[in-house]
């Protein structure tokens, strides 16, 4: 007889779906997993109810429902039996970002292009706030296999962590950023540290020689990754260059002598349309960088220079995580810089 429904048990929510609803997805995914075979009993709806903290009309729904579909048996006077009906679907994969951006888009492609026909994915967005990030989170579980969630400007609370929590076990891939009170208990893939950042610039040192200052052009609203800073800010000081940190281009001109980094692409055609008016020449009198990979900046203005976290390896790496059912992985993605015309 199986002797618990683990995956129902830590949910914990008060989610929109109803509970006899959560109860046959999250059968479904442990029978699709594996975890109960063929011809193993279920409990009854008694034990279920107790086990479940469930009445037993939704028990006996739920079991209804799972004997509509074929997926359990009923035999008179031994209870429900897992029926040896193939219910092999795709794998359902949830992905939760803060905004769709370019580099999400990346992303998100490169994994549906690596994990084929065999993994469905369903993109969700929750503008950085908290609120929206458990609500959708709480509507989700026991939905999906995996959850694929990059928790920018979510913050290690008590009410956060114990959202994220509720996941099952090894089914959390977080991308971009950790959390680590979570203790590893879930598989990640970073592709940042200031570390890292400082490195690529100096590597890269002698074409920022004919400039004096440089500028990390950020806007308030949108996420920035905190280590970018950092990187920017050493290399800066090692080098002797002086050090701004802007908030957006709007109504300001570029001034010669300077290298602007663009975190938004608003930024970046503000600052080459400021240069244009200037009549200074990109890549002599002023320096531009942009924060990850377009295909569109590889022509624009002749070339912007771009440092990249490679978001392509980013959501072939995480297809492959899926694919091979890996659970508590730490991967690492490189950044890199491309120099073009506009540096």
């Not at 997805?25 to 469930?54: H, M, W």
């Not at 920018?152 to 509720?166: F, P, Q, S, V």
């Not at 659970?327 to 073009?340: D, K, P, T």
Request: aromatic residues 10%; contains cysteine; charged residues 25%.
């Amino acid at each position: 007889m199986i002797t618990t429904f683990r995956n129902f048990a830590q949910m914990e929510q008060d989610s929109k779906i109803p509970k006899y609803q959560q109860l046959v997805n999250t059968l479904l995914i442990d029978i699709e997993k594996g975890n109960f075979q063929t011809g193993k009993r279920l409990p009854s709806i008694n034990e279920a109810s107790v086990e479940c903290y469930l009445s037993r009309d939704t028990v006996e729904r739920a079991y209804c429902e799972l004997y509509r579909l074929g997926i359990v048996t009923s035999i008179f006077r031994k209870g429900y039996f897992i029926s040896g009906k193939s219910i092999k679907t795709n794998t359902k994969t949830f992905l939760l970002v803060g905004k769709i951006t370019e580099n999400i888009k990346a992303i998100f492609n490169a994994f549906v292009n690596h994990a084929g026909k065999s993994v469905t994915v369903d993109i969700f967005t929750y503008n950085y706030k908290s609120e929206n990030f458990r609500e959708i989170i709480n509507n989700h579980l026991g939905n999906y296999h995996y959850y694929l969630i990059m928790p920018h400007l979510i913050e290690e609370t008590e009410e956060n962590l114990k959202c994220l929590k509720k996941i099952t076990s090894g089914r959390l891939i977080f991308l971009d950023q950790t959390m680590p009170s979570l203790n590893n208990s879930n598989s990640s893939i970073v592709s940042s540290s200031g570390k890292e950042i400082y490195e690529l610039m100096q590597k890269n040192v002698a074409n920022f020689k004919k400039y004096k200052t440089l500028n990390l052009v950020l806007t308030e609203d949108e996420y920035f990754d905190s280590e970018l800073i950092t990187g920017f800010r050493n290399f800066c000081e090692n080098n002797l260059y002086e050090f701004k940190v802007l908030n957006g281009l709007k109504g300001e001109d570029v001034e010669e002598g300077n290298v602007y980094l663009t975190m938004e692409d608003i930024d970046l055609v503000a600052a080459i349309k400021s240069a244009q008016s200037q009549n200074l020449e990109l890549g002599k009198q002023v320096g531009l960088i942009s924060l990850n990979a377009s295909c569109y900046k590889e022509i624009l203005a002749g070339g912007i220079s771009i440092i990249s976290s490679k978001p392509n390896e980013v959501g072939k790496l995480a297809a492959e995580l899926v694919l091979g059912n890996k659970h508590r992985q730490s991967l690492s993605v490189s950044m890199e810089m491309i120099l073009r015309k506009s540096l």
